[in-house]
């Protein structure tokens, strides 16, 4: 398959996938107000967390997509049914696969993801820490008698400008 | 010496990693549910809404699901391509009709072509939520054990026919039921 | 005319830039005077004809000239004109003219603030930026010109996203451009001194203003961005990790430790390959950002208009700018001798630690946002990183550096002793304990962990910054600006990390049903509504909700949240009602009628969001009022005063 091909091929795509995704006007209809009130922390982190399949990135809790719509529906209806927000997320992994998930499972995929910030972040220091002694040791060098007379004249001048 | 080249080297990694990434499609989300049992459902037909269809009815053969809609415009262009291949009655057929209206859907399928054996009617979108449906028009090809094989995404021309779908079609027939 | 006029501005354009950006160098390398003179007049030459191009765009998206395709599509002939105005930058064709034409005023306050600069550097430097100059340029040109033509034309634009329609677009991406194409001058100037091998605590000295106001121009672009999705997204939230906003805040993070990296170079002579290198990442990752908007190789809402063919532009483009000032790096680089010596625990090694996080934290940035792609080009799944990724990496890795903030200043250069500023450091932890506990426990009865420890990192921060000032005051020194900038600024990020982590744990949401005279109350105010009008707006119809506020029987607001639906992108966009206070916002927006004259309204309390943009701003202006010190003037007197002294050397 050509390049050109494959780009089209992603553009078609595209195109359909666009055709649900109407009114990608942000702030998702508040819906859920039936919602018990005991439910309500859960629901919302768990629409902030998850991802609306059909738009530019967004969360479910700020799309207005139908599919939006719909899952919102059924997470309030699986927390009304008792389900935990382990079996929640699974439900959709299950239909949908991680990329509903916008905090990443950490799978062995995803070690480099959840473990390279600090283990650079230890690297670094480490690294730092090796400059440091290592210019800790080196001696300043010595002026020569001309270098010498040039600062006597600079260390003059900013005299003068701080009393100026 | 090396290790000044070490921020070029990093930076020739990323090139390659974003040169690839113009050729991929980040919106396109794979379905976790290839070789995996399809999902129960019972659905009413769209033509005769007494009758249903489940899951059960359909095994012992491969069939495509074809999800569709009449509010869906790139369904226009795949179907000349379903109705040529529901001449060639290679594969069973089925349309699975996503949240549409009856009387618009049944209206759509005299306009374009009714490839179908039969349609079912999901009005709420309930059951495209356990097919991991999130766009229209999206196909299954599922085996005759009832385990989805490949979904594609978008509509299907006559290329992605050839390449990838009887291929993959003709691998399933031609193993034992 | 107009538009033909506006096209043919920058081809001519192109044409300086290309003898801006060749004969300068070509010039300095062989020592010709008359090619190195070449370098301002060709500059101030470029700024002209984009300037008139840009204004060729602008006169026309006035004047809803049609025929022209980009005002067709971003216009329309109800569109106020403040925004006619702003659509310029609306889309990718404009915003790139808004890119170059950017790139000629910096360039060409280059060539009027640098008269005391030797002229080799100079015109290295301005050569450099005619370079990138060149690629922009060729870039409209060749594959995203502004000024193509419709044929025939139409009748009525398409008009402006209504997303768009706000003060936010006005000054955001100006604002933001000045920062990310300020990096350009620090970038040209780090090139210069590769090429010419004069790296030293000059450069330095002269690199910095620069890169102190590209940085204060770019920290008030990101935070008007933040300001904007809070007004208009009408969910409240201010910062969603999404990968173009990603894109602004690496080459931040990354120009952070610059700023940091060239005082220590100024004033020590240190950190001087680190410096560079960090100067040619903060342009970097400017273009990046570039890419990584116009490409379509990552998903956003900011995303301009997606087209593979010219992500391909841009890559070859980073490649040619990128890869060549890297490998430049790798080849002069070490032969930068570096001077200042400094022992374990000194200023030297506090700010060596502070870049080295910050530098954690932009990679670690740039590795969740581009995660997802590395995973689906390597065939291993698609996966989303989101704000949960994001928040677990950023907060453990920014506390500690804000720790450091109250430190370092604290710390003598060359050698400190480590347990004596502790001892020094100690009481005003102590106070900011206190006075962190206090006022969480007179504001809330609930306080976890990592607000507890939010919380006092901040307090810490903005009282490190206010006691680093008085006691300088009280000993009698000079108060220069660059210090009083510095205070300003590490204030600022005290207001900041107070705002987020203040605002994040205690802000109250609630989406209710409400019908007329339906009352909540949240926090102490009591929200009342007053039910639903139809209003018209220039180019939109809405439906404009009334709800007033009161706290104990006192009346605070009335609040108007608006609910449009614009005549041409009929689109529905909800418009929320904020009432602004120092530390506390009230926020209302509506959602949709549900029956009998009830809406479904949503309701927020969100306390001391404000102290985010508000720090933001002090970080901008503390970082101006530095770039302001005189010393950066001064330079111009002595040098001419003092003949006989030597350019300081590496």
Known sequence: MTSLHHLLRGLLRTLAVIVLCAGTAHAAKPDGLDLPEQYESRYRTLITELRCLVCQNEALSDSNAELAVDLRREIRGMLVAGKSDAQITEFLVARYGDFVLYNPPVKPTTLMLWYGPFALLALGVLIAVIIIRRRGHTAPTALDSKQQQQLQELLRQQDEDKNS | MTRYLLPLGLFGALVALLFTGLYLNPREVPSPLIDKPAPEFTLPLLHEPEKTL???????????????????????????????????????????????????????????????????????????????????????????????????????????????????????????? | MIPELGHFALILALCLALAQGILPLIGAQRGNLALMALARPAAQGQFVFIAVSFLCLTYSFIVNDFSVLYVASNSNTALPLEYRVSAVWGAHEGSLLLWACILSVWTLAVTVFSRSLPQVMIARVIAVMGLISVGFLLFMLVTSNPFDRLFPAALEGRDLNPLLQDPGLIFHPPMLYMGYVGFSVAFAFAIAALIGGHLDATWARWSRPWTVVSWACLTAGIALGSWWAYNELGWGGWWFWDPVENASFLPWLVGTA??????????????????????????????????????????????????????????????????????????????????????????????????????????????????????????????????????????????????????????????????????????YLFTAIVVSLAALYTLTDHVSLLTGLSTVIGVWVIISAVRDLIARARKGQRLPRAFIGMSLAHFGVGMFILGVTLTGAYNIEKDLRMDVGTEVTIAGYTFTFDGVTEVQGPNYVASQGALHVTRDGKPIATLHPEKRTYRVQTMPMTDSAIDVGLFRDLYVSLGEPVDNGAWSVRVYYKPFIRWIWAGSLLMALGGLFAASDRRYFIAVRKREDVPNAAPARA
């Open chain 2, 54 to 177: 489940s899951r059960q009815d359909l095994l012992g053969k491969v069939y495509l699901l074809n999800v569709w809609a009449s509010w869906c415009v790139s369904c226009r262009d795949e179907q000349p391509v379903l109705m040529r291949l529901a001449q060639t009655k290679q594969v069973e057929m089925y349309g699975f009709n996503y949240k549409d209206q009856r009387d618009e859907a049944l209206r759509w399928l005299q306009m374009f072509g009714d490839p179908f054996t039969a349609s079912i009617s999901d009005t709420d979108g309930r059951i495209g939520i356990d097919w991991g449906v999130y766009g229209v028009p999206e196909t299954f090809l599922v085996d005759q054990h009832g385990i989805i094989r490949y979904k594609h995404i978008g509509p299907v021309s006559q290329a992605d026919l050839d390449t990838i779908l009887l291929p993959k079609l003709r691998a399933l027939q031609g193993t034992s039921p």
């Open chain 3, 258 to 427: 610059l700023i940091h990296s060239l005082a220590v170079t100024e004033k020590r002579g240190a950190f001087k390959p680190w410096t560079v290198l960090l100067a040619i990442f903060a342009f970097s990752l400017s273009l990046l950002g570039t890419f990584l908007v116009r490409s379509g190789v990552l998903v956003s809402v900011h995303a301009f208009a997606t087209d593979p063919g010219r992500g391909v532009f841009i890559l070859a483009f980073l490649v040619i700018v990128i890869g060549s000032s890297l490998a430049l790096y790798a080849w002069r680089a070490p032969t930068v001798k570096s001077g200042g010596s400094f022992s374990g625990f000194s200023r030297e090694s506090l700010l060596l630690i502070n870049n080295v996080i910050l530098m954690v934290t932009a990679f670690s940035v740039l590795l969740g946002t581009l995660y997802p792609l590395i995973l689906d080009a390597l065939n291993l799944g698609k996966i989303s990183v989101g704000p949960p990724y994001f928040a677990s990496v950023f907060v453990p890795l920014m506390l500690p550096l804000a720790v450091l903030i109250g430190i370092g200043p604290l710390t003598r250069w060359k050698q400190d002793d480590a347990s004596s500023v502790l001892r020094r450091a100690v009481p």
